[in-house]
């Protein structure tokens, strides 16, 4: 069945890159997503690439699409103590749905 | 920001009453979600409506029911509530099916007692 994997907590020094990884299942998904919870919030829309594309680059954002391997990451350049929060991982499979991970929680050391 | 709005944001009630959650969007949009969000399960799709009237159950709809009379209004029933039910609940709204972009509102912390 569809289902999309990601691991629960990350923990990245302050100014080093954040790496979050996520894989999912469903081939046919079109667009891939990455959402943003910030404490006592709801998602926020991060970046999402289209399926056709290897890559996207969007400020200190980069997002690697692997298709062969089904595997979605998200790189943070020059992480900062405002992107402590939750990422989501999804996917739309095609179905009239979208399909979140469980979310991977960045924890900035000082 | 989209213009989503949740009611009430928190809310504790006692096993067995009712309960309807309200989600307002003033963007006009076709599509609107109810989710919630339980630790070690992620956001889980309750019920979706493609339009007025029109509404279709997601992954775990069992004690749920929904409607929606008006574009800007989707409401949310547990119509007996329990204590699996404890939960924050999520509304999201968007233009087109997906894979359009989902906007979500802040939330509401329902705890059941």
């Known amino acids: 069945g569809e289902d999309v994997e990601q691991s629960l907590f990350l923990s990245v020094r302050e100014g080093d890159s954040s790496v979050i990884n996520c894989t999912y299942t469903d081939s046919s998904s079109t667009y891939l997503y990455w959402y943003k919870q910030e404490p006592g919030a709801g998602l926020q829309l991060l970046t999402y690439?289209?399926?056709?594309?290897d890559m996207k680059q969007d400020q200190r954002l980069t997002v690697l699409l692997n298709k062969k391997d089904k595997h979605l990451s998200l790189r943070i350049a020059d992480t900062q103590t405002g992107d402590s929060a939750i990422y989501f991982c999804?996917?739309?499979?095609?179905?009239?749905?979208?399909?979140f991970g469980k979310g991977t929680r960045l924890h900035i050391l000082p | 920001d989209a213009g989503i709005t949740q009611s009430p944001r928190h809310k504790v009630t006692e096993t067995g009453t009712p309960v309807t959650l309200r989600c307002h969007q003033t963007?006009?949009?076709?599509?609107m979600y109810w989710y919630r969000q339980d630790p070690g399960h992620g956001l889980r799709l309750i019920h979706y409506s493609y339009g007025v009237k029109d509404t279709d159950k997601g992954e775990v709809s069992d004690g749920y029911s929904v409607s929606r009379s008006k574009t800007e209004d989707f409401l949310l029933t547990l119509e007996s509530a329990t204590s699996s039910q404890t939960s924050v609940y999520f509304c999201a709204i968007s233009e087109l099916a997906p894979p359009d972009t989902q906007y979500f509102g802040p939330g509401t912390r329902l705890t059941v007692l």
């Open positions: 999804a996917e739309a499979p095609g179905d009239d749905k979208i399909i």
């Open positions: 963007e006009n949009h076709r599509y």
């Open positions: 690439i289209f399926s056709n594309m």
